[in-house]
Protein backbone atom coordinates (compact mmCIF):
# COMPACT_ATOMS: atom_id res chain seq x y z
CA UNK A 1 0.00 0.00 0.00
CA UNK A 2 1.06 3.61 -0.94
CA UNK A 3 -0.12 6.73 1.26
CA UNK A 4 0.09 10.23 -0.33
CA UNK A 5 -0.56 13.32 1.80
CA UNK A 6 -0.59 16.58 -0.34
CA UNK A 7 0.69 19.71 1.18
CA UNK A 8 1.11 23.12 -0.06
CA UNK A 9 -1.90 24.56 -0.97
CA UNK A 10 -3.16 27.83 -0.22
CA UNK A 11 -5.00 31.15 -0.75
CA UNK A 12 -2.89 33.08 -3.62
CA UNK A 13 -3.17 35.81 -5.69
CA UNK A 14 -3.57 36.25 -9.76
CA UNK A 15 -0.14 35.57 -10.71
CA UNK A 16 1.17 34.50 -7.89
CA UNK A 17 3.20 30.82 -6.98
CA UNK A 18 2.52 27.85 -5.11
CA UNK A 19 4.35 24.41 -4.73
CA UNK A 20 2.80 21.59 -3.74
CA UNK A 21 4.24 18.57 -2.26
CA UNK A 22 2.81 15.04 -2.08
CA UNK A 23 4.76 12.93 0.69
CA UNK A 24 4.08 9.03 -0.09
CA UNK A 25 4.90 6.59 2.55
CA UNK A 26 4.18 2.66 2.99
CA UNK A 27 6.40 1.82 -0.23
CA UNK A 28 8.97 3.81 -2.50
CA UNK A 29 7.81 5.41 -5.47
CA UNK A 30 10.28 5.42 -7.84
CA UNK A 31 8.72 2.48 -9.21
CA UNK A 32 5.74 4.89 -9.67
CA UNK A 33 4.28 7.03 -12.25
CA UNK A 34 2.83 9.95 -10.20
CA UNK A 35 0.57 12.72 -11.37
CA UNK A 36 -1.50 15.68 -10.19
CA UNK A 37 -5.33 15.85 -10.70
CA UNK A 38 -7.12 18.82 -9.76
CA UNK A 39 -11.25 19.49 -9.45
CA UNK A 40 -13.38 22.14 -9.01
CA UNK A 41 -16.39 22.19 -7.88
CA UNK A 42 -19.35 20.77 -10.13
CA UNK A 43 -16.83 19.53 -12.62
CA UNK A 44 -14.86 16.30 -13.42
CA UNK A 45 -11.30 15.74 -11.86
CA UNK A 46 -8.64 16.48 -14.36
CA UNK A 47 -5.56 15.53 -15.44
CA UNK A 48 -3.31 18.65 -14.81
CA UNK A 49 0.47 16.58 -14.74
CA UNK A 50 2.78 13.24 -14.53
CA UNK A 51 5.81 12.55 -14.25
CA UNK A 52 7.04 9.23 -15.64
CA UNK A 53 8.62 6.50 -13.05
CA UNK A 54 12.05 6.62 -15.02
CA UNK A 55 11.93 10.58 -14.87
CA UNK A 56 12.08 10.75 -18.40
CA UNK A 57 9.22 12.34 -19.39
CA UNK A 58 6.61 14.67 -17.97
CA UNK A 59 3.28 15.49 -19.42
CA UNK A 60 1.09 18.23 -18.76
CA UNK A 61 -2.23 19.90 -19.31
CA UNK A 62 -2.24 22.74 -22.60
CA UNK A 63 -3.61 25.53 -19.93
CA UNK A 64 -0.82 25.22 -17.76
CA UNK A 65 2.20 24.33 -19.82
CA UNK A 66 5.11 27.19 -19.33
CA UNK A 67 3.55 27.54 -15.84
CA UNK A 68 3.53 24.38 -14.17
CA UNK A 69 6.18 21.91 -13.02
CA UNK A 70 6.34 18.85 -11.75
CA UNK A 71 9.56 17.14 -10.41
CA UNK A 72 10.25 14.30 -8.02
CA UNK A 73 12.67 13.58 -5.41
CA UNK A 74 12.79 9.79 -5.05
CA UNK A 75 14.93 10.16 -1.96
CA UNK A 76 12.39 12.14 -0.37
CA UNK A 77 9.82 9.83 -1.53
CA UNK A 78 8.21 13.68 -3.13
CA UNK A 79 6.54 14.52 -5.62
CA UNK A 80 6.35 18.46 -6.56
CA UNK A 81 4.26 20.75 -8.43
CA UNK A 82 5.87 24.07 -8.98
CA UNK A 83 2.86 26.59 -10.24
CA UNK A 84 3.93 30.06 -11.53
CA UNK A 85 1.63 32.58 -12.86
CA UNK A 86 -1.72 31.40 -11.43
CA UNK A 87 -4.82 31.96 -13.14
CA UNK A 88 -8.61 32.47 -11.37
CA UNK A 89 -9.40 29.06 -13.07
CA UNK A 90 -6.46 27.21 -12.03
CA UNK A 91 -9.04 27.30 -8.45
CA UNK A 92 -9.56 23.64 -7.58
CA UNK A 93 -8.64 20.86 -5.51
CA UNK A 94 -5.32 19.40 -6.54
CA UNK A 95 -4.68 15.53 -5.46
CA UNK A 96 -1.52 13.52 -6.20
CA UNK A 97 -1.65 9.90 -7.69
CA UNK A 98 0.35 7.45 -8.52
CA UNK A 99 0.47 4.29 -10.80
CA UNK A 100 3.32 1.38 -10.64
CA UNK A 101 5.48 1.23 -13.48
CA UNK A 102 2.87 3.15 -15.32
CA UNK A 103 3.60 5.32 -18.50
CA UNK A 104 2.13 8.41 -17.24
CA UNK A 105 -1.66 8.70 -18.03
CA UNK A 106 -3.82 11.57 -18.41
CA UNK A 107 -6.73 9.11 -16.99
CA UNK A 108 -7.53 8.99 -13.67
CA UNK A 109 -8.37 5.39 -13.72
CA UNK A 110 -4.88 4.11 -14.84
CA UNK A 111 -3.79 5.45 -10.93
CA UNK A 112 -3.99 2.97 -8.15
CA UNK A 113 -3.53 5.26 -5.29
CA UNK A 114 -4.43 8.94 -4.79
CA UNK A 115 -4.27 11.67 -1.52
CA UNK A 116 -6.57 13.45 0.05
CA UNK A 117 -6.45 16.69 -1.91
CA UNK A 118 -4.92 19.90 -1.60
CA UNK A 119 -7.13 22.89 -1.82
CA UNK A 120 -5.69 25.73 -4.00
CA UNK A 121 -7.58 29.58 -4.55
CA UNK A 122 -6.16 31.84 -6.78
CA UNK A 123 -8.34 35.54 -6.23
CA UNK A 124 -8.81 37.86 -8.88
Known amino acids: QVQLVESGGGLVQTGGSLRLACAAS????????MAWFRQAPGKERDFVAA????????YYLDSVKGRFTISRDNAKNTVYLQMNSLKPEDTAVYYC?????????????????WGQGTQVTVSS
Open 51 to 58: ISWTNTFT
Open 26 to 33: GRTVSSYS
Open 97 to 113: AADYMGPGSRNPNEYEY
